[in-house]
């Protein structure tokens, strides 16, 4: 048990509509990062969030989009919806204790399974 | 482009014998990786990390091993246990480059009773 929620944990939409996914931080993690997981893959980084403000950002487009909040909630937001966008979107929290903000050790939440239909 | 890759899709082991699970990374400036453990509709849990200083790290029955001129590392299970089987990932990042943790596809490992 990571202490790290997500929700909703499956959800179905159609191509063209927009999603927003949530997650809440372990307590005392100010860093928070989004990833998605595509069937027989691997997590692929989406970007992160550290003290509300982005932090690094993985090959995703700005169609990707996300907000951490000051008690270290956050969301992921996706515009118009493709098939592709179709996997299991996880978050994970960590406590950055560097200027830099680099993360250490990343907990994970159970994931939210997204359909596009 | 796959910076860390896990070769064996699968891998089966007797309960007691020794689980080796391998990980390659192709990026010379990964410093720090770690091993994950993912069972189905959870999220990975952390199990195992170590530094580029160290070439070795062991908690418990989980040894992790590092190569750093082949870019290879390995984690060990000794004894497995069933409740072992799970799906492992390995991961890495590099500490002066952002803050992108890189994934491998990930082994599915069945500890047989």
């Known amino acids: 048990e990571t202490g790290v929620t997500q929700s909703p944990t499956h959800l179905i939409k159609t191509r063209g509509q927009q999603v927003t996914l949530r997650c809440s931080s372990q307590?005392?993690?100010?860093?928070v990062s989004w990833y998605q997981q595509a069937l027989g893959q691997g997590p692929q980084f989406i970007f992160q969030?550290?003290?509300?403000?982005?932090?690094g950002r993985g090959n995703f487009p700005p169609r990707f989009s996300g907000l951490q909040f000051p008690n270290y909630s956050s969301e992921l937001n996706v515009n118009a919806l493709e098939l592709d966008d179709s996997a299991l979107y996880l978050c994970?929290?960590?406590?950055?204790?560097?200027?830099?903000?680099?993360?250490?050790?990343?907990?994970f939440g159970p994931g939210t399974r997204l359909t596009v239909l | 482009d796959q910076q860390v890759k896990q070769n064996s899709p699968s891998l089966s082991v007797q309960e007691g014998r020794i689980s080796i699970l391998n990980c390659d990374y192709t990026?010379?400036?990964?410093?720090?990786f770690l091993w994950y453990k993912k069972y189905p509709a959870e999220g990975p849990t952390f199990l195992i990390s170590?530094?580029?200083?160290?070439d070795k790290n062991e908690d418990g029955r989980f040894t992790v091993f590092l190569n750093k001129s082949a870019k290879h590392l390995s984690l060990h299970i000794v004894p497995s246990q069933p409740g072992d089987s799970a799906v492992y990932f390995c991961?890495?990042?590099?500490?002066?480059?952002?803050?992108?943790?890189?994934f491998g596809t990930g082994t599915s490992l069945t500890v047989i009773p």
């Open positions: 994970a929290s960590s406590l950055s204790v560097l200027a830099s903000g680099r993360s250490d050790t990343q907990y």
């Open positions: 307590s005392g993690h100010n860093t």
């Open positions: 969030y550290y003290r509300e403000e982005e932090n």
């Open positions: 990026n010379s400036m990964f410093d720090y």
């Open positions: 170590i530094s580029s200083i160290k």
């Open positions: 991961a890495a990042t590099d500490s002066g480059g952002g803050n992108q943790f890189y």
